[in-house]
């Protein structure tokens, strides 16, 4: 789950996590108010979108950036009217861009130094791991490529966490030395205290900058949390923004279906992560696009057969449907019934190719032969992919 | 023959008075498989199905029975916890069937693991089956025939296809492993491809993968020094769209790495025959097998 920088600088700010001083504002004149609190000569205002190259970026109305400094709060407020309610495009969001619900308003920091520090669960370490880069304020994949050397990895032992020398490593690896070398040590085990505290898989701050003023700061942060640990955070679930998500994915989610659009024309409904995986794939195989991925799980019963074809329907780029359920525990005539109650409920607008095995498969098939609905059998996989690529051609 | 499992398992079922914990400790034990124990902490004393005794803590259930798998239906917040408090129990075989536990407890759980003689499978998982022997999971049995190929695989009813097409092709199967879809787990790739590989009763290897993580890559190279048996693989997710979590917690795509496409170039170099598709996995190994 992703959150909003505002958000993160509030849990920042609950961590201790030294950052320049800010909150966030959802009118323009609550903006204003912000402004005048922070009590500083240089403002930055930041639309509040989950995607990043907002500065970059044009709002649909013709007002251009999504990030910038000025100096009085009167400015603050003219520019929270421009940014909020309106449509931000960046080159991360794509062409249709995020509506602008909120602002972010802090103290401008002059960066003297951009770095990078970050800290993501790695799985081939099974461990927490610490970059870092004195090559700050740029696209890290970058570095990476070009100047790997300037990257340095640092493998935690989970049951030990940060320890303070390892801490301190870092500060020097970084040249933050002298004034610099507490307040490092310190921000360091601020975020790692908070990643471990609240579940993350990724925390990402770009640029970590040391200011004229002596300071270390977070000046951008990104978090990600575990989805599977959100259920002990329920804090942290109430930052989640529903409007930043796919409402076709929201909709699933609530029936306990794993739904990801695609920009295909072939959807499918499948049950198992691994069998739907390779369902998209082998309709690829057989000439078509998969509109989606869809998992109904290990049990699909008949409701979420039904509320997963009408989400499918739903999306006016589908021209067929693939379902494939391998009955294990589930049983083919159960899902058969399912599957022939759904399209009555929904009264299926395109064509429809059922590939069902597993347990009682023959009953399975009988059901809807005989259902007399407009539902087209395959018996093998490769049989399916390639009828459902000639119904979208017809 | 087989790896891990077999007739002489003694099973334990953590969670078995819970719904789906008791519904596949009867799927279980109809199967053959012999099911000596129940631990529900609180529960001890019930006895689970009119013959198995439930305790409340794996040590009392292993000092009574001598239990020596277990098979782990806790819910996630717990389920880490119940790995831990099997392996304590000197258990030689955890099988954790559980999805949704959060990444850091299986982190701190494998720390857990480090001087303990048990060997961990999953989280988030179907099992281990040897055919007509012993099944721990939730697989179903019937499509399972006694034999000579070795399965591995992330999956849970992409598995069941591949054990499908091979029953139907008359290969039978020594022991099926489902290794499951975590990002951290107790069982990768190359641990099954190595114990297929030592086992005289398993002939042939299937492996079957999908994107994310470095698991596949590392059990080719394994092969490619050490495996002379047949192996066939699939992996799935060559359509799957970077960055996003493909169901499995485990399957996804990070900054270019672990992509279907290097995973299958990474096999096809250590001479393993690839299903284009999942219809011809049985296909592939048969292939292979020739």
Redesign the interface.
């Known amino acids: 789950m992703n959150i909003h920088e505002y958000q993160a600088k509030e849990l920042m700010q609950k961590f201790g996590v030294a950052t320049p001083p800010g909150a966030v504002a959802g009118t323009p004149e609550e903006a204003e108010a912000v402004a005048r609190s922070l009590q500083a000569s240089d403002l930055v205002i930041k639309a509040q979108i989950h995607a990043g190259g907002r500065g970059k970026g044009t709002f649909k109305n013709g007002f251009k950036g999504g990030v910038k400094l000025v100096k009085t709060p009167g400015e603050i407020r003219d520019l929270a009217a421009k940014m909020l309610g309106q449509t931000l495009v960046t080159a991360q969001t794509g062409e249709a861009g995020k509506l602008v619900g909120k602002v972010m308003i802090a103290v401008a920091k002059d960066p003297v130094r951009e770095l990078y520090f970050a800290i993501v669960l790695d799985r081939e370490a099974q461990a927490p791991v610490i970059i870092a880069s004195t090559k700050g304020g740029m696209n890290i994949e970058d570095v990476a490529h070009e100047t790997p050397e300037l990257i340095l990895r640092m493998k935690i032992d989970p049951a030990l966490g940060l320890q303070p020398y390892e801490a301190r490593k870092l500060a020097d690896y970084l040249g933050l030395k002298g004034v610099f070398f507490k307040p490092a040590c310190a921000i360091f085990q601020a975020l790692y205290n908070l990643f471990i505290a609240t579940d993350c898989s990724l925390v990402e701050i770009n640029p970590l900058v040391t200011t004229a003023q002596n300071e270390v700061l977070a000046l951008d942060a990104k978090f990600n949390f575990d989805d599977n640990a959100l259920y002990r955070h329920p804090d942290i679930l109430a930052y989640r923004d529903i409007t930043e998500e796919d409402p076709r994915e929201v909709e699933a989610s609530r029936f306990g279906l794993n739904y990801i659009g695609l920009d295909g024309n072939i959807a499918c409904l499948v049950n198992g992560a691994g069998l739907a995986m390779s369902t998209m794939d082998i309709i690829q195989y057989a000439g078509g696009k998969p509109a989606n991925f869809l998992d109904v799980g290990g049990g699909a019963t008949e409701q979420q057969v039904t509320e997963a074809f009408k989400i499918l329907v739903s999306d006016g780029n589908v021209k067929a449907i693939l379902v494939n359920i391998f009955g294990g525990i589930m049983k083919c005539d159960t899902i058969a019934q399912g599957i022939i109650n759904a399209v009555k409920a929904v009264s299926l607008p395109v064509p429809l190719v059922v590939r069902l095995e597993g347990t009682n498969v023959a009953a399975g098939r009988k059901l809807l032969q005989e259902s007399n609905l407009p539902i087209i059998a395959a018996d093998d996989l490769l049989d399916a992919a390639r009828k459902v690529v000639a119904a979208v051609k017809k | 023959m087989s790896i891990l499992v077999d007739k002489n398992t003694r099973l334990l079922v953590q969670g078995i008075t819970g719904k789906a914990g008791a519904f596949h400790a009867t799927?279980c034990m109809e199967y053959g498989t012999n099911v000596v124990a129940g631990v529900t902490p609180g529960r001890g004393g019930e006895i689970f199905g009119d013959e198995v005794p439930v305790f409340d803590t794996v040590s009392e259930a292993r000092a009574k029975t001598g239990c020596n798998a277990t098979m782990i239906f806790v819910p996630?917040?717990g389920a880490a916890d119940a790995i831990l408090e099997a392996a304590d129990a000197g258990i030689e075989l955890i099988v954790c069937i559980t999805e949704?536990?959060?990444?850091?407890?299986m982190?701190?759980a494998?720390?857990g693991l480090r001087d303990k003689k048990a060997r961990l499978i999953g989280p988030n998982c179907p099992g281990i089956i040897t055919p007509g022997q012993c099944k721990i999971g939730?697989?179903?049995g019937?499509?399972h025939k006694p034999g000579k190929v070795g399965v591995v695989?992330?999956?849970?009813?992409?598995?069941?296809?591949a054990v499908?097409q091979l029953t139907s092709r008359g290969l039978g199967q020594s022991t099926c492993i489902g290794i499951g879809?975590d990002?951290?787990n107790g069982t990768s790739h190359i641990d099954a491809v190595r114990m297929f590989n030592e086992d005289p009763g398993t002939e042939a290897i299937i492996l079957?993968g999908?994107?994310?993580?470095?698991g596949e890559e590392d059990a080719a190279a394994y092969i490619q020094v050490h495996v002379k048996k047949p192996v066939a693989a699939?992996i799935?997710?060559?359509?799957?769209?970077p960055g996003?979590?493909?169901?499995?917690?485990?399957?996804i795509v990070s900054?270019g790495k672990g992509t279907?496409a290097g995973k299958i170039a990474a096999l096809e170099a250590a001479g393993v025959a690839i299903a284009?598709?999942?219809?011809?996995m049985a296909d592939a190994m048969i292939r292979k097998m020739k």
Request: aromatic share 6%.
């Open positions: 799927q996630a917040p949704g536990i959060p990444v850091i407890d982190m701190r494998k720390v939730i697989m179903p019937y499509i695989s992330r999956s849970g009813t992409l598995t069941y296809e499908w879809g990002p951290i079957i999908e994107i994310g993580g470095t699939f799935a997710g060559a359509t799957a769209p996003r979590r493909m169901g499995h917690a485990g399957a900054g279907a284009r598709t999942l219809a011809e």
